[in-house]
């Protein structure tokens, strides 16, 4: 079974740093995009940017690109979402998906909660 | 990029038809054949329910199909279950690799 697992929730300050991670299994982990999304308390999906495991080439939305991180680790199968300093406006689930054919999202990773407060 | 367009709410009966339209650009929705359409229940983790504009994946029952006329896309859910009750998004490939979603539109059983 093809599956991306996240890790847990994160309560972080603004300004701090933080990484989270998804990890696939049940496939060739280099063989599909993954994209990372976030959803904001509430609101609805906004894509993020994807990472090619193979090559480790990342394509970022404008509105995220240059305030969050998205590399590979192709010897654990995981992939990471990173941002050096947290804002407040961060607080929101963040899905990590696959994209089979590189047009579409599926299957999904279960949410990571990731809490920027003072 | 511009988020695709998408009524906030939309609403039927059981056994009805409703419609969620989804409208981009030439730039996006009209550009390719890349449109896909998510359900998500409160919650609950996105599902994929139609992918390249018309295709449904094994176990989405055939009540949910897809369509696209020019640059704007739409989601019909025929015969409305309770269970059909959620938020559906729709997302589109903008070329270069990257994608948008559209803003969210919530479905309501009356």
């Known amino acids: 079974e093809v599956q991306l697992v996240q890790s847990g929730g994160e309560v972080k300050k603004p300004g701090e740093s933080l990484r989270i991670s998804c990890k696939g299994s049940?496939?060739?982990?280099?063989?599909?995009?993954i994209s990372w999304v976030r959803q904001m308390p509430g609101k609805g999906l906004e894509w993020m940017g994807r990472?090619?495991?193979?090559?480790?080439?990342?394509v970022y939305s404008p509105s995220f690109h240059g305030h969050v991180t998205i590399s590979v680790d192709r010897s654990i199968s995981t992939t990471y979402l990173e941002w050096s300093s947290l804002r407040a406006s961060d607080t929101a689930i963040y899905y990590c998906?696959?994209?089979?054919?590189?047009?579409?999202?599926?299957?999904w990773g279960q949410g990571t909660l990731v809490t920027a407060s003072s | 990029q511009s988020v695709l367009t998408q009524p906030p709410s939309a609403s039927g009966s059981p056994g009805q038809t409703v419609t969620i339209s989804c409208t981009g650009t030439?730039?996006?929705?009209?550009?390719?054949?890349?449109v896909s359409w998510y359900q998500q229940h409160p919650g609950k983790t996105p599902k994929l329910l139609i992918y390249?504009?018309?295709h449904r994946p094994s176990g989405v029952p055939d009540r949910f199909s897809g369509s696209k006329s020019g640059s704007t896309a739409s989601l019909t859910v025929s015969g409305l279950q309770a269970e059909d009750e959620a938020d559906y998004y729709c997302?589109?490939?903008?070329?270069?690799?990257?994608?948008?979603f559209g803003g969210g539109t919530k479905l309501t059983v009356l």
């Open positions: 997302s589109s490939y903008v070329g270069r690799s990257a994608f948008v």
């Open positions: 990472i090619d495991p193979s090559d480790s080439y990342t």
């Open positions: 998906a696959i994209s089979p054919s590189g047009g579409y999202f599926d299957p």
């Open positions: 030439a730039g996006d929705v009209g550009g390719y054949d890349y």
């Open positions: 049940g496939y060739t982990f280099t063989r599909y995009w």
């Open positions: 390249e504009v018309t």
